[in-house]
């Protein structure tokens, strides 16, 4: 069964930077798409990014430039850096994948395995 898990969230101040982390255990990086959402309470699951075995990268169009998605697949895990974060930024962060290529920015309905989420708390 593949596993998502997310790391790497935290309180920082605005201004700052994060990288999250994402390793799924019992699937590999290569050969699946995996991408990040994030959710701010009570509101919807908003798309973030994500990424394929050839590197592909898709972003939200209202979050490129501070975000940056990549893998190392020879650990086995996708990372979300996000610098000057902002307070809207504050949400639950999570990891999901599918098998196959990203097509597109897809939505949380195309991917198949879901992580716990990591909180990102960024104050002012």
């Known amino acids: 069964q593949v596993l998502p898990v997310e790391s790497g969230g935290g309180s920082v101040q605005a201004g700052g930077s994060l990288r999250l982390s994402c390793v799924a255990s019992g699937a590999t990086v290569s050969g699946n798409c995996v991408g990040w959402f994030r959710q701010v309470a009570g509101k919807e699951l908003e798309k973030v990014a994500n990424i394929d075995t050839r590197s592909d990268t898709n972003y939200s169009d209202s979050l490129k430039g501070r975000f940056t998605i990549s893998h190392d697949t020879a650990k086995n895990t996708v990372y979300l850096r996000i610098n000057s974060l902002e307070p809207g930024d504050t949400a639950v962060y999570y990891c999901?994948?599918?098998?196959?290529?990203?097509?597109?920015?897809?939505?949380?309905?195309?991917?198949?395995?879901w992580g716990q989420g990591t909180q990102v708390t960024v104050s002012p």
């Open positions: 999901a994948t599918t098998r196959g290529a990203c097509i597109g920015l897809a939505p949380a309905t195309a991917y198949d395995y």
